[in-house]
């Protein structure tokens, strides 16, 4: 073989070589390109659902936070509704208490209601002896009226008429003052007690009204949360 052949050769050797070198780098460079793309995707997906994410957080966020403001408007709402019916239940107690007062106005009516009273109070008791209080200012109207009291009483209960002290000590607090319009007051009635005071029976037009207003307080809510919902 001449040297011509040889270098022939050698050069199909060097082409050959060349050729699997290209197509090796080209498969690499594809290969490469490939995992680049895979990679980056990859990455793009994870961002975005990192952003996502984080989206969904704040969104979340978000809604609690409308959550507890709409939560915390609606408690204010109630508590001034609340606070809005208690005014106007105690602005009709106080309108009642005022009324009581006049009672005293018709002097025959006032007698007949402290005459049932304490004949109440004797059927709650049923003591043989008990203690009266009252308003000093009533002591004469009380007095006048405790014999039919007794009497009638007895006649209910099928009793023997009880013994019956006016306490001149101790009275009930006066009607209530402009000048003291926080202080104890009394608008009329008794307080009646068996003598050793472990049984008291306290029927006074204030706790008459107390206990009204107990009883009566759903119904009158009722009536009030309606008119301020209307």
Same mark, same amino acid.
């Given at each position: 073989? @001449?040297?011509?052949?040889?270098?022939?050769?050698?050069? #199909?050797?060097? %082409?050959?070589?060349?050729?699997?070198?290209?197509?090796?780098?080209?498969?690499?460079?594809?290969?490469?390109?490939?995992?680049?793309?895979?990679?980056?995707?990859?990455?793009?997906?994870?961002?975005?659902?990192?952003?996502? #994410?984080?989206?969904?957080?704040?969104?979340?966020?978000?809604?609690?936070?409308?959550?507890?403001?709409?939560?915390?408007?609606? @408690?204010?709402?109630?508590?001034?509704?609340?606070?809005?019916?208690?005014?106007?239940? @105690?602005?009709?107690?106080?309108?009642?208490?005022?009324?009581?007062?006049?009672?005293?106005?018709?002097? @025959?009516?006032?007698?007949?209601?402290?005459?049932?009273?304490?004949?109440?109070?004797?059927?709650?008791?049923?003591?043989?002896?008990?203690?009266? %209080?009252?308003?000093?200012?009533?002591?004469?109207?009380?007095?006048?009226?405790?014999?039919?009291?007794?009497?009638?009483?007895?006649?209910?209960?099928?009793?023997?008429?009880?013994?019956?002290?006016?306490?001149?000590?101790?009275?009930?607090?006066?009607?209530?003052?402009?000048?003291?319009?926080?202080?104890?007051?009394?608008?009329?009635?008794?307080?009646?007690?068996?003598?050793?005071?472990?049984?008291?029976?306290?029927?006074?037009?204030?706790?008459?009204?107390?206990?009204?207003?107990?009883?009566?307080?759903?119904?009158?809510?009722? %009536?009030?949360?309606?008119?301020?919902?209307?």
């Amino acid at each position: 073989m @001449n040297d011509a052949d040889v270098s022939k050769q050698i050069q #199909q050797m060097v %082409r050959f070589i060349r050729q699997e070198a290209e197509e090796k780098a080209n498969e690499i460079s594809v290969s490469a390109e490939e995992e680049f793309n895979i990679e980056k995707l990859q990455l793009v997906e994870a961002e975005k659902k990192k952003v996502r #994410q984080e989206y969904e957080r704040k969104t979340k966020q978000v809604e609690v936070r409308k959550k507890i403001e709409y939560s915390m408007q609606l @408690n204010a709402s109630r508590i001034k509704l609340l606070q809005a019916q208690d005014d106007a239940v @105690n602005a009709m107690k106080d309108a009642a208490s005022k009324e009581l007062l006049r009672f005293s106005d018709d002097k @025959n009516v006032y007698k007949a209601l402290h005459k049932g009273l304490i004949v109440q109070s004797l059927l709650r008791l049923k003591e043989p002896a008990v203690l009266l %209080r009252c308003r000093e200012m009533d002591t004469a109207l009380v007095k006048s009226v405790l014999g039919d009291a007794k009497k009638e009483y007895a006649d209910k209960a099928k009793v023997k008429a009880p013994s019956i002290t006016i306490d001149n000590h101790v009275y009930l607090p006066p009607s209530p003052s402009g000048t003291d319009s926080h202080g104890p007051s009394c608008s009329g009635g008794v307080v009646l007690a068996s003598k050793d005071g472990k049984i008291v029976c306290e029927n006074t037009l204030n706790a008459r009204l107390d206990v009204v207003f107990r009883q009566k307080l759903p119904e009158i809510r009722e %009536r009030l949360c309606g008119k301020v919902n209307a």
